[in-house]
């Protein structure tokens, strides 16, 4: 099972798709490592950049809704994993790309929309982080003196994929 939590990237934007997380023109390479420089490259957000201190030792993700919109490739959560970030904390996801973070071992998790806002107001203008509890599905964001927990659900399947490591490795201890 891959560790979760960490240092928090605020990507504070609805509907990021998978061309501002992986350009398309990464597509045909065909190592993770490949991908790594090229990160969110093309995503627009006032504020952010690939040379903040905040990008480069995030661990997790906390965005709004309808994260991974686009296309279905798989590439955009390999350049996350290959990143160190392998969680993040959503309104809402694309189908796909949560079904692609789930095969690679990584989690999702979704939070109401008052819960994102509330996680977004202590994360801003600060060193967020999260601590996260897998077993009792509960999520800490804490930034100085500011802290707020909340809880999130996973079906059973998400579990095995989650602490097998994802698809490949579930598949391999069960068959």
């Not at 061309?19 to 090229?38: N, R, V």
């Not at 930034?143 to 994802?166: M, R």
Request: aromatic share 8%.
């Amino acid at each position: 099972m891959k560790k979760f939590g960490g240092p928090v990237l605020v990507l504070d934007k609805d509907d990021i798709n998978t061309d501002e997380i992986i350009p398309a023109k990464y597509l045909t390479e065909i190592t993770k490592d490949a991908l790594k420089p090229h990160l969110l490259e093309d995503l627009k957000i006032k504020g952010f950049s690939t040379e903040n201190k905040n990008f480069k030792e995030a661990k997790v993700v906390l965005t709004r809704n309808n994260f991974g919109c686009g296309s279905s490739r798989e590439h955009a959560p390999w350049a996350f994993e290959i990143n160190g970030i392998t969680t993040i904390v959503a309104e809402g996801f694309a189908r796909i790309f949560r079904q692609n973070m789930l095969n690679g071992g990584m989690l999702p998790i979704e939070l109401s929309s008052d819960e994102i806002k509330s996680f977004l107001k202590i994360a801003k203008g600060g060193a967020a982080k999260i601590s996260i509890d897998i077993k009792q599905m509960k999520i800490t964001i804490s930034n100085g003196a500011k802290k707020e927990t909340a809880t999130f659900t996973l079906d059973d399947f998400a579990i095995k994929l989650i602490k097998a490591g994802g698809w490949v490795e579930h598949a391999s201890a069960v068959y």
